[in-house]
Every structure is written in structure tokens, then in C-alpha cells.
């Protein structure tokens, strides 16, 4: 990480916090609080996220509390999607160097069994 944005609410504005940012050369830099439109690229971000959770969860009925789960699985595919900014590489190949494999991919919310042996 080179560059941190954050707004100005307080969250991570601690001594401890800026120290660790320039002990690791990680620029901290900081946008006017309650200021969404100053962060634009992660405000859009967390709004296809946001809007990836809501649809897992509706298109197979499921209720609230799997929220974490589908939060994980949409994170986990927007990692592994390609985006013009990479030019059409993944999140993932950007930091690791490979290209990922999503061979293991399953509809969210498929129908599964478990097995539990008599033993």
C-alpha cells in the first residue's frame, strides 16, 4: 500500500496510527469529514459491493444474518474480476502476480448437503 485515503472523522487520526503509516512509508491522506463526493472511487466501490450483498441475499431469499457471508463472497468475486483501471487485470493478479483461478467458483447460496460419517 502506498496511499491511504481516509476522511477526517477521527477514526484513524491517532499519533500511533500516523506513526505506523510513516514507519511503513504509507502516505496518509486525509479528506474533509462527511465529505463522500471527495472519495469518490471508494464510495462507488462500496456501493457495487453494497449492492452486490443485497441482490445474493434477495435472489435466493435468504434473511439478514448472512450478511457477513455474502459480504466475504462478493469481496472475495470483486478481487478476482478484472477492471478497466488494471488494465482488464484482476485485484487479485495486481498483488500476487498470477492469474487467479475461479474454476471453484458456485452460484452464492447454492443448495449443498453435509456428509457426517457414522463413525
Known amino acids: 500500500m502506498k496511499v491511504l485515503r ?11 496510527f500516523a506513526d505506523f503509516c510513516e ?3 504509507i502516505i ?21 459491493l453494497l449492492n452486490m450483498i443485497r441482490c445474493m441475499l434477495k435472489n435466493k431469499n435468504l434473511p ?10 462478493a469481496t472475495y468475486v470483486i478481487n478476482r474480476s478484472p477492471t478497466k483501471r488494471l488494465e482488464m487485470m484482476t485485484h487479485e493478479e495486481t498483488w500476487s502476480g498470477e492469474k ?3 474454476a471453484h ?3 452464492f447460496g ?5 456428509h457426517v460419517p457414522e463413525q
Open 6 to 16: 481516509s476522511d477526517g472523522g477521527g477514526k484513524y487520526a491517532s499519533t500511533e
Open 23 to 25: 514507519k511503513e512509508g
Open 28 to 48: 496518509h491522506e486525509f479528506t474533509p469529514p462527511y465529505t463522500p463526493q471527495h472519495n469518490g472511487a471508494a464510495e462507488r466501490r462500496n456501493r457495487t
Open 64 to 73: 439478514n444474518y448472512f450478511w457477513g457471508e455474502a459480504a466475504n463472497a
Open 100 to 102: 487467479p483461478d475461479v
Open 105 to 107: 467458483l458456485r452460484i
Open 110 to 114: 447454492s443448495l449443498c448437503f453435509k
